[in-house]
Structures are given as structure tokens and as C-alpha cells.
């Protein structure tokens, strides 16, 4: 059983904070920042590496680095995109007329209002003079937009702009904790919500004492999550914690599934925010909605996958809403093909890798991979009539595999309605399909007994209190960079505290996230 | 030699071929001097192997090669089989107080480092124990800055479909929890290896590219003169962070700014072709072959030129699941992925037939590749003679994740340190992979090294290598 949560007065008294490593930008981080700062086309910033993977996310801090490869590109990427940027220099420099002001007026200004943006707080003279002396470099036998583009290289191969620093002292070197400065909470929160630094508006907030607060920071993150622009960063922690980022990668057999297309495969993939979006920015923001919901969002050649006729849509828009036979036991995301597919094997489905997603993702409940010496072959599709049959070997060997796979196949062969690229069957090489199950091992009375099928299983799991703790942990890794440490235990319940509060509001979650100790404040190091 | 002026565009149309050789070193480094430098590779193919048909059969100097490494025939004098390296203690099961990791994933961060993973939560194993990234810098990155060769690239990794980001998909550590990350795009490391930005061939530099240099040196300063500063205000575990930043950013800088010092190592290196690259699409599976075939031709060309000396290739991740629906087997394409494919005890069948193709298809690529370097001459000997190439895979035996019984062949004799040509079986007396990694820094010329990750192995060099 998991420990007691911490009490209030335990948490009053302030816990031990766990130390959050350096954080460098993400290479999707890098280029939303450049992009809301120079707005130019990003994509020479694709020829970053790929971030490391850490317990399912790619913003873990602890393998953040700067290898020579990254520090090779940083070089390339950031001459090419402040190469662009000068080609608007006017709208770039804020329209500074160097007729009028005169070329060094106007740098400095831009050096000044360009570096608040870019290092995320409000100038030092230090700072500035380095941005100059790099406008001198291109401006010295060059011109005043070769200057402007030097300083902005500068800028972007700086680590006060690769990494969000948090360097604001404590009141003293006694202190066990610092209080983050109201810029580090900016950073914090437009990190969190867009995955990006902080505009102009957000520094304002941060400058004129708009971030002082608890109650304040909450509602400029409600603010800030009622817009598009939140989108992006939310829909990465769904991707990431549903794998169905892999679906880039997915790929199945082209005999018994002609059908699975890059064009199936990218309206798979568009299906997922689809839904999201609908969900928590045009709908009531519930996890319970978002994992019992019978509807599809269809583009191309995903309706025919799922049955249905989609409406036409509009040239330009994006994936349809549908809703989707009752019969097919639809629920959510837990059902939607991309997930299905990636959750799965080229040729055939894998109750294993569905009800592991369950168990590890949905319960926080990991079970260990297989042990060393065993043949974990998949038995090939003409061995057994049904999935169920073709795994009943792991019952039958005995506990040294039904130990682990008992929790994990009951649920997965639940699922056994949908093939491996998530289309429904009613039956499986002509055999009826049990899909009948059970969670078994889990710490919540609402998880115990049978389920029929997906649409069962799913209103289990939505009316779950560990489920709804997982999720919490879950976005907790997503936000703060790190795994949960024995530390963070209230920084965690002030997060499952509101989610449960709000009956499992997504939004408030990410709210929640704003506002705890985690969040707030830093661990003094010394130096 | 008579350099030959060259466009970047002729170069990319790939219309210099065989017969043009480009001179693309500082003109100072010509002929004369006729020692090669030693070149040192790391071939990493996925999911161990299956020994029984791996290992040749005869004796040492005699010995006939088997079935899965039949492609490697005409190489077969350059070859040195060693069995009998195991992981040690502290990479293997039970030992030690715990495990760290799966043994695909030990096996993997253990490779080049010899060290254990990390404690941590990261990646979840059997037994309940978990384990985080590396813990300690791998051979390569220990040799690049040992012998900090004067080349352009102090070391480079590439890969072929690695596509994984996590720890199976890492061999390279610049230090602890610092993996480095493979180049995958062969149109990317064309551009960095034979792409503009160089001086002229007589020695002349265009002054727009003396000018770039000249700002990219003032841009290098201004930065390493913060990170350094903020260095000073960070916790010391962050500091080794922005250390290896600073680290990597002096690494880069060399060739980014032109600096003479780059490329100018002796020996016959200096005349060397770009390769003509084949157009790849790299999110095909069934392109793995080309995409292969690219970046092969590209590190062999890079190492002829004298622009790296220090080389990892990886082919996929380690439990790697790549199809390979354009190998037959009775008949029929293969239809699993060969982790899974790895995993089935039968001793015959169509999985034990598909594995056994995909073990020789690998194989093949490294035949492909040794006749690469092969063709190279270096006075009178070949590219492959001056270099020693590891072939490594994660785990041995896979259907046993075993690691008591690694797979390692060397190909090539490090321009003559190692006596090649050899089947060694010490299977009966196992050394740790601890001596092998000391014995290639010494045949690197890292002669002074005596001992090489966790102090729970052996030190010292192999001794039936020398």
C-alpha cells in the first residue's frame, strides 16, 4: 500500500526541498522560444539532436546536456534563424528609426528590450555590454543589421538563454529554502503552460509585482490556459504520456493491414490534440471525459478505420468530431486507433502492451519487464485462434510469469475488440471474443470487480481515485522536470487535492501544479 | 600532389568520383611522413547473438569462420575473435548488492564505460530495481580527450535508425549522465564533414568565411566568459553541467573558426573523396540498408581524411525491435522484429531461420564496411590495418541476456599494436571487458593507461592481445 499522505501540519512546517537539476531548453522549447522571439520560420532548429527520454518524457533535467553535437548545432541554428530575423529588421527593432536615433541608440535599446525577452529577466549592464560588444563584430565592417544579427547569436549561444537559471540568492546562506524570484516564476509558468519563455506582457506581470502571489499566479495560469497558445505544451505532455508520439515510428504489416498508410498514420496522429483541445479548451476539462468519451476525431482515412461516415469538412479544418457506435465499446483515448496501434505489434495486438499502458500509466503501478531467461517470442498469429487463447500460456506456466502478467493481461484482453491498428472486429479468426476482465492489485475498492469490455473498464478507471493520483504524479514528472522524490509528498497532495476537488478538471490540474512548494520554491545549494 | 580547385555544388552532385581526390587538409601536412595515425571504431549491432553459430571452429592461427560471420571471409587475416570477455561484476545480475537496469540496457551503458548505471528511477528493470543513465565516461570520449588528436572532430558518433532516446539507445558518455547523442542524418554529417566553410585548397580563405570565423570567435568568447562566470553561482552538480557545456562548446570551436591546428596530422591521409550519397529516406524501415550504406561510407571517409579518428557507428538501439521485411526465410518475408525474434529458444523453425538471417545481414554490413577502409591505402598498408574496429553488441547469447560471454571481434591491427588474424578462446579463463578497453587505448597509443572503469573488474590490459 502507498504511504500516508503528509498532513497539513506536516506540510505547514515545510518539508525538505528536492533539488531540480539545471534545466536546458528542450529542442521543442528552443524553437517555440525562438519563434515568439524573432518571429521567423523555426525549422532550421529541426537539425537539433532529439531530447533523451526519461520515464516517458523528453524535459527530464538530469540528462539535459550540452554535448559537442548540441553545442555544434546551437552555432548553426542560431546564425540561420538571426539571419532571417534581420530580414525584417524594423519589425525587429521595434521600428527604431536609425536616421533619427542614431545606429548605436537604436542597438542599445534593441539589446535591452531584446535580452529582457531573451534571458528571461531584466537586463544587467554586464549583460548589455556583451551584447554591444557582439553588435560591434558585425556592425565594424559590416553594417547596423549585421551588428543587430551578431548580438542576436550571442544571445541565443548564451546559457542565460539555453538554460532557465534560477540564481535569485536567499535571504541567507542559512536558509534551507529560496523563494523563486517573481521573473523565475514567470519562466516557470510560461514554460509550464506554453513551453516557451515569457512575453512582454507576462515580464511586465513579473516586474510590476502581478506574480507575488499564490492567488495571482493561479489566475494568470487560468489566463494563460484559456488561450490557443497553451495548446501546444499541454497536448506534449498528452502525446509523450500516451506514447502515441511513437507513431511516427509505428509500423505494421502491409499484407494483413494494406490499410495502415502514412496517410492513416498522420490522421492517427492528429487525432489525439483533436480530442484534447475539444476536451479541455471547448468542453468540461474532465479526465473522466477524456477517458470515457465515444467519439472520434476523423480526418482522411481515419473515418473509415472507425466505421463512420464523416461529415465533409471545410478545406483547411482540422479533424471532424464523430461520435461512434455504441456497440463498439469506445472510451476515449484508451481506444482511439493511434494509441491502439502503437500499443500493439506489426502483425497482431498486444493485450500485454495495453494492459501494461494501464497498469504503469493509469495506475502507477509499473510491472518489471520479463526476467532474463525466458522466450518472450510472440507466439505468431496461426498459433491460437484469440489473443486470449494464444496467451493463456502465461497463466499456465505458473508464477513465475502469471505473477506479473495477471495484472496486466486481464486488462489488456479487454481491449481484444480492436486490432492492431485499433479498427473494431466483432470476432477474431472466427472465434467469439471474451472480453471480459479484471484489475486486479490495485488500492482503490472503485478498480476491484469484473468489466465487460472496454467501455467498463474505462468508467472504472475515470471514477478512480489512484487513477486520478497517478495522472497528478504523472504531470507532476512532466512539470518539474525529475522524478517524484519522498520530498515532494506535499507538494503532490496539493495537486491531488485539487484535482479531486475539481472532480478531475484537467485544467485545475495544471493550475494546481502552480502552486505548490515544488513549484514555489528551491532548495538553497551552495555554490 | 596538385590540389584541385573544387565547387561545393560539383561536390554535391557527387560528379568528383573515384578518380578526383580532393585535398582536403592544411597543405602544410603533406607527404613525407608515412605513419598513419591509428584509428579506433565502434561497430555496436543490437541483441547479442547466437554463439553456437557465431564463434569459428580450429585453433588459433587456423580456424575456419561460421555461419553468421561467413560475410566477413575476405577479412578473415585482419580479424581477432576474443572469446571469453565477460561484463564485470558490477554490470552483472545479483552481484554487488542489486542490479542496475535490464541487461540490455547494463549491457549497453556498460559497453564503452565498463561501469554500472546509475541508481535511479528512470528506467524500470526485472526484480524491481531500476537504474538511471551512465555512470562514467565511455572509451571513446576518454581517448578523444587523452589523445586530443588534431583533427577536425576530436571523436564522432553516428547511427543508423537509432531513433531511441533512451538509455538502450546509448553508448557514448562524456561523463556520468552526459550520453552523447549519434548523428543519424548522413545529409547532415556530409555537411559537416565535406561541406563549405574550409579554406581553399592552396591555403587562401574567402574573406566572407575569414570574417564569419573572425565573429564566431568573438561569439565563442562572449559566451564561454558567462558560462564560466555562471559556473561560479551554481551547486557543484550543476557545474559539472555547465563544465561540459564549456567543454563541448571549445570542442566545437576549433573547426568552427577555422583554427589551423585542425587537420593537420600526419600520414597519407591527404587525399581523400567525398562519398556520393544516395538520397535516404530515414523514416523507412525497409531503408535501413541504405541509410546504413550512407553513413558507412561517410565515416570510412572521414576517417581516410583524416578528419576524425576516433569513430562510433550504432545500428539501431539495444533490444532493438527493426524489421527486416525485406530478408526472406522459407520463402516468406520476415514478418517479427527481431528483439522478439531473439527470445525463441527453438533450434529450428522459421524464428530460429530469420534470426539467424538478420545476424549475417549485420554481419554483412560490417563486411561492407571493413572493405571500405579497406580500400584505402596508406602507404603500404590499408585504412583498415592503420584502424581497429570493435564489433559489440549489448547482451551475448540472447536468448539468455547473457554477459558472461561477450561477442567481440576486432577487425583491423591498429596500425600493427595488435597481431590480428587470431582466434582467441579464453572461455575458460575470462578476462573482464575492463582489459579490453585498456588494451585499445594502449594500442590508441594511450600506453600509460592501467586501468579503465569500475574498479570491481580487472585491471590492466588483455594480456592475450599483445
Known amino acids: 500500500m502507498p504511504a500516508a499522505p503528509p498532513t497539513t501540519e506536516e506540510c505547514a512546517k515545510g518539508q525538505d526541498l528536492v533539488r531540480t537539476p539545471l534545466r536546458r531548453l528542450t529542442k521543442s522549447e528552443y524553437a517555440n522560444t525562438v519563434k515568439d522571439l524573432l518571429d521567423v520560420d523555426v525549422s532550421a532548429a529541426a537539425v537539433l539532436p532529439a531530447d533523451e527520454v526519461t520515464n516517458g518524457f523528453d524535459n527530464n533535467a538530469a540528462v539535459l546536456t550540452v554535448s559537442s553535437l548540441h553545442a555544434e548545432k546551437y552555432v548553426l541554428v542560431s546564425e540561420a534563424l538571426a539571419k532571417l530575423a534581420v530580414q525584417n529588421l524594423s519589425n525587429l527593432t521595434g521600428g527604431c528609426d536609425t536616421a533619427v536615433k542614431g545606429e548605436d541608440a537604436c542597438a542599445a535599446a534593441f539589446a535591452n528590450r531584446f535580452g529582457r525577452r531573451a534571458f528571461r529577466r531584466p537586463t544587467t549592464a554586464e549583460d548589455e555590454r556583451q551584447l554591444m560588444a557582439a553588435y560591434g563584430a558585425g556592425r565594424t565592417g559590416g553594417s ?88 501546444a505544451a499541454v497536448n506534449s505532455f498528452f502525446e509523450q504520456w500516451t506514447g502515441t508520439r511513437r507513431l511516427a515510428i509505428t509500423t505494421k504489416n502491409d499484407t494483413l493491414f494494406p490499410a495502415f498508410s502514412t496517410e492513416l498514420r498522420d490522421a492517427m496522429a492528429k487525432e489525439l490534440p483533436a480530442f484534447v483541445n475539444d476536451v479541455l479548451w471547448s468542453g468540461d476539462h474532465k479526465l473522466s471525459t477524456l477517458l470515457t468519451a ?35 465499446g469506445r472510451a476515449g483515448i484508451l481506444t482511439q486507433a493511434g494509441f491502439l496501434s502503437v500499443q500493439g505489434h506489426p502483425d497482431q495486438t498486444s493485450p500485454v502492451l495495453r494492459g501494461k499502458f ?36 502465461h497463466e499456465s506456466a505458473g508464477a513465475s510469469c502469471a505473477g506479473c502478467h495477471k495484472l496486466m493481461d486481464p486488462i489488456g484482453l479487454a481491449f481484444e475488440h480492436f486490432d492492431a491498428v485499433g479498427q473494431y472486429r466483432e470476432q477474431e479468426n472466427g472465434q467469439t471474443l471474451d472480453v471480459t476482465g479484471e484489475i486486479l492489485g490495485a488500492n482503490d475498492a472503485q478498480l476491484t470487480g469484473r468489466f465487460n469490455g472496454t467501455a467498463e473498464l474505462a468508467a472504472k478507471l475515470a471514477n478512480s481515485e489512484q487513477v486520478r493520483s497517478c495522472v497528478a504524479t504523472q504531470f507532476f514528472r512532466f512539470a518539474s522536470g525529475r522524478s517524484e522524490a519522498a520530498a515532494d509528498a506535499c507538494s503532490l497532495s496539493t495537486m491531488n487535492q485539487a484535482f479531486e476537488g475539481a472532480n478531475g478538471d484537467v485544467i485545475e490540474l495544471i493550475v494546481a501544479a502552480t502552486q505548490t512548494d515544488a513549484f514555489w520554491f528551491r532548495p538553497q545549494v551552495a555554490p | 600532389m596538385n590540389p584541385l580547385r573544387f565547387s561545393r555544388r560539383n561536390l554535391l552532385r557527387g560528379t568528383l ?29 543490437p541483441n547479442g547473438t547466437r554463439n553456437s553459430l557465431f564463434w569459428p571452429t580450429g585453433s588459433e592461427k587456423s580456424f575456419t569462420l561460421n555461419q553468421i560471420t561467413a560475410p566477413l571471409e575476405p577479412y578473415k587475416n585482419k580479424l581477432t575473435f576474443l572469446k571469453g570477455i565477460r561484463l564485470n561484476d558490477s554490470l552483472q545480475n545479483g552481484a554487488l548488492g542489486g542490479t542496475l537496469g535490464s541487461e540490455h540496457a547494463r549491457g549497453t551503458g556498460g559497453m564503452l564505460t565498463a561501469r554500472p ?57 562524456t561523463a556520468s549522465n552526459q550520453p552523447v547523442p549519434p548523428r543519424e542524418d548522413p545529409k547532415d554529417v556530409f555537411s559537416v564533414l565535406f561541406g563549405a566553410g574550409m579554406s581553399n585548397p592552396d591555403g587562401t580563405t574567402d574573406p566572407a568565411l575569414a570574417r564569419l570565423w573572425a565573429q564566431r570567435k568573438s ?104 524489421l527486416f521485411r525485406y530478408l526472406n526465410v522459407s520463402g516468406k518475408a520476415i514478418s517479427g522484429n527481431h528483439h522478439a525474434i531473439s527470445h525463441d529458444f527453438a533450434s529450428s523453425g522459421t524464428n530460429f531461420l530469420a534470426y539467424n538471417a538478420i545476424q549475417t545481414w549485420y554481419a554483412e554490413q560490417l563486411g561492407y564496411f571493413l572493405g571500405k577502409l579497406d580500400s584505402y591505402k596508406e602507404g603500404d598498408r590499408t585504412l583498415l590495418d592503420n ?35 587470431r582466434y582467441l578462446d579464453f572461455s575458460n579463463a575470462r578476462k573482464d571487458n575492463n582489459q579490453l578497453l585498456v588494451s585499445l587505448a594502449h594500442a590508441m597509443g594511450a600506453k600509460d593507461l592501467t586501468s579503465f572503469g569500475d574498479p570491481s573488474g580487472a585491471t590492466g590490459p588483455l594480456s592475450v592481445l599483445t
Not at chain 1, 175 to 204: C, H, M, N, Q, T
Not at chain 2, 123 to 151: C, K
Request: aromatic fraction near 6%; hydrophobic fraction near 40%; charged fraction near 15%.
Open chain 1, 144 to 231: 547596423y543589421a549585421e551588428g543587430i544579427e551578431l548580438m542576436i547569436r550571442a544571445a541565443l549561444q548564451s546559457s542565460n538563454f539555453l538554460y532557465r537559471l534560477e540564481l535569485t540568492p536567499g535571504p541567507d546562506s542559512a536558509a534551507k529554502r529560496i523563494a523563486l524570484s517573481p521573473f523565475e516564476l514567470a519562466s516557470r509558468l510560461s514554460y509550464l503552460v506554453w513551453a516557451s519563455g515569457p512575453d512582454d506582457a507576462l515580464l511586465d506581470a513579473a516586474a510590476s509585482g502581478g506574480l507575488s502571489s499564490k492567488a495571482q499566479v493561479a489566475a494568470k495560469a487560468r489566463e494563460l490556459l484559456a488561450g490557443t497558445k497553451a495548446r
Open chain 1, 294 to 328: 465515444p467519439v472520434a476525431f476523423v480526418s482522411g482515412p481515419l473515418a473509415q478505420l472507425y466505421g463512420v461516415n464523416a461529415p465533409p469538412a471545410a478545406s483547411g479544418a482540422g479533424p471532424v468530431k464523430v461520435t461512434l457506435p455504441a456497440h463498439q
Open chain 1, 358 to 393: 494501464v497498469r504503469a500509466m493509469l495506475l502507477c503501478q509499473p510491472p518489471p519487464p520479463p526476467p532474463a531467461d525466458v522466450d518472450i517470442s510472440v507466439p505468431s498469429v496461426e498459433e491460437g485462434a484469440t489473443a486470449r487463447i494464444r496467451f493463456a500460456a
Open chain 2, 17 to 45: 568520383a573515384a578518380t578526383a581526390a580532393i585535398p582536403l587538409l592544411n597543405a602544410q601536412r603533406a607527404a613525407g611522413d608515412n605513419a598513419s595515425p591509428t584509428r579506433f571504431v565502434v561497430f555496436t549491432t
Open chain 2, 117 to 173: 548505471l546509475n541508481a535511479g528511477k528512470e528506467f524500470i528493470s526485472f526484480g524491481n530495481t531500476t537504474s538511471g543513465w551512465g555512470s562514467g565516461q565511455s572509451l571513446d570520449q576518454y581517448l578523444a580527450t587523452r589523445l586530443a588528436p588534431p583533427t577536425k572532430f576530436k571523436n564522432l558518433q553516428l547511427g543508423v535508425h537509432v531513433r531511441d532516446t533512451e538509455v538502450r539507445a546509448r553508448i557514448s558518455y
Open chain 2, 219 to 322: 561569439v565563442f568568447d562572449l559566451s564561454n566568459g558567462e558560462t564560466q562566470r555562471l559556473m561560479r553561482l551554481v551547486g557543484a552538480e550543476d557545474r559539472l553541467k555547465l563544465d561540459a557545456h564549456l567543454t563541448a562548446m571549445r570542442d566545437v570551436e576549433q573547426r568552427l573558426v577555422g583554427a589551423p591546428s585542425m587537420g593537420s596530422g600526419s600520414g597519407t591521409g591527404s587525399m581523400c573523396t567525398p562519398p556520393t550519397l544516395a538520397n535516404v529516406d530515414l523514416g523507412v524501415d525497409e531503408q535501413y540498408l541504405q541509410a546504413g550504406k550512407a553513413q558507412m561510407d561517410l565515416a570510412a571517409a572521414a576517417l581516410a581524411c583524416d578528419q576524425t579518428r576516433i569513430l562510433t557507428l550504432q545500428w539501431s538501439y539495444s533490444e532493438s525491435e527493426h
Open chain 2, 387 to 421: 584502424t581497429v574496429v570493435l564489433w559489440a553488441t549489448e547482451i551475448g547469447e540472447s536468448t539468455q541476456h547473457d554477459l558472461t560471454l561477450m561477442p567481440y571481434v576486432l577487425a583491423g591491427s591498429a596500425g600493427g599494436a595488435i597481431s590480428a588474424g
